[in-house]
């Protein structure tokens, strides 16, 4: 851990350095003056209701159904199957 001291710019900016370029970081002012700023990653509000139940749980459902059922290239039969239906029932 190493303490750094900055110019805060005339435009109200501070740089961070490039290793935080591009990532989101929390600022936390706890007092006049005094800010604690955390990298990470941080749910907007308007998804917060995604990680609460029962919300959570049937996304997690629907997840674990996504890995057990991997997709399946069947493109060219389901336009073929849909042909046969509409060949077999022109013929009825």
Same mark, same amino acid.
């Given at each position: 851990? /190493?303490? /750094? %001291? &900055?110019i805060v710019g005339n435009n109200g900016q501070l740089s961070l350095g490039k290793e935080l370029a591009g990532k989101m970081v929390l600022i936390d002012q %706890? $007092?006049?003056?005094?800010? !604690? !700023? &955390?990298?990470g990653e941080f749910i907007p509000d308007s998804e917060k209701w995604l990680h609460q139940a029962p919300h959570s749980q049937k996304l997690d459902h629907a997840l674990q159904w996504a890995k057990n059922n991997p997709? %399946? $290239?069947?493109? $060219? @039969?389901? !336009? @073929? $199957?849909k042909e046969d239906g509409a060949n077999k029932n022109r013929h009825e």
């Open positions: 851990m /190493h303490a /750094h %001291v &900055k %706890v $007092d006049e003056g005094t800010w !604690i !700023i &955390k990298s997709p %399946v $290239d069947n493109f $060219d @039969q389901l !336009i @073929q $199957d």
